[in-house]
């Protein structure tokens, strides 16, 4: 008679929580909250104000999914402020000619402001912060240049309505761009070869190189990315605002980058997501509508945002170095 050994029951494997992943969706939920309770009397859940944050938002947004490329590949831009207001002048400057034309030669100076940064980077191997801090001087320069310090005014109705000024119904046409550049940028970064290849660039550039990754041209690209869409956040801010001026986008540093890291996109490379990054722009689009609601002014909220980036980038380094 055999005899069968009983053999123990493996215990149910526990389901680990990535808390690290949802800790973006528990801090935008409770500021929500937060916002939504204190200021139930101004205001601040009426549909219109929530559009109102959408509408504010959008052109961060869009800046902050090309610079989670640039992070996750383990560089920095620091231009891409100075081409949003190149590129808003130049469309102005061209909208007589066509609208086509205009945006597209706005799109195309961004490119290449994108490409002067990438080869300087990969091709004679200058840290990108470097290349981008010189670079951010000579576009601030060629745009005043252009400018004569004056604001250029728009008065092409289609394209305002189309790049920032529009509504469908009572949705902003600058939301329908920021979701769709955020489903692209996320598809891209987590469904194609490119985004993979970003990511591991970024994580490790000795390993990569031996993968056969050209980490040289993938640095580029993001670079020319986050370019291009700094470009086309300066084509949103025409539109929105009907003119354009050389000041554009000069403030925006700190909340793209702020958008990038409380989304959970890594300053160290290697790590990136597009989602949490929209998430994170909604935050800082939140917070500033909350405090202007509660009547604090710019200084105050400046000093806020400060205090959300080194916290930010605090929880970053922390999480790296556990991981180490």
Known sequence: MDIVANTPAQPPKKRVIPWNTLLIYIVFAVIFLFFAITLHDKGFLQPANLMNIARQTAMISIMAVGMTFVLSAAEIDLSFCAVVALAAVTVALLLPYGMFIAVGAALLVGALCGLINGLFVSRVGIPSFLVTLGTTGIITGITRWMTGLQTIPIDNETFTFVFGSGDFGPVSVLFLWMIAIALLGHVLLRKTRFGKEVLA??????????????????????????????????????????SARYTLGENDLMMVIAAVIIGGTSLFGGKGTVAGTMVGALI???????????GLNIDQQLIFRGVIIIFSVTLTMGHLRKKH
């Open 284 to 294: 800082m689009g939140m917070v500033n509508n909350g405090l202007i609601l509660m």
């Open 201 to 242: 660039s970024g994580g490790n550039k000795i390993s990569a190189m031996y993968s056969g990754i050209r980490v040289g041209r993938i640095k580029l690209y993001v670079l020319v990315l986050n370019a291009v869409l700094a470009a086309l956040a300066g084509i949103l801010y025409a539109g929105r605002l009907q």
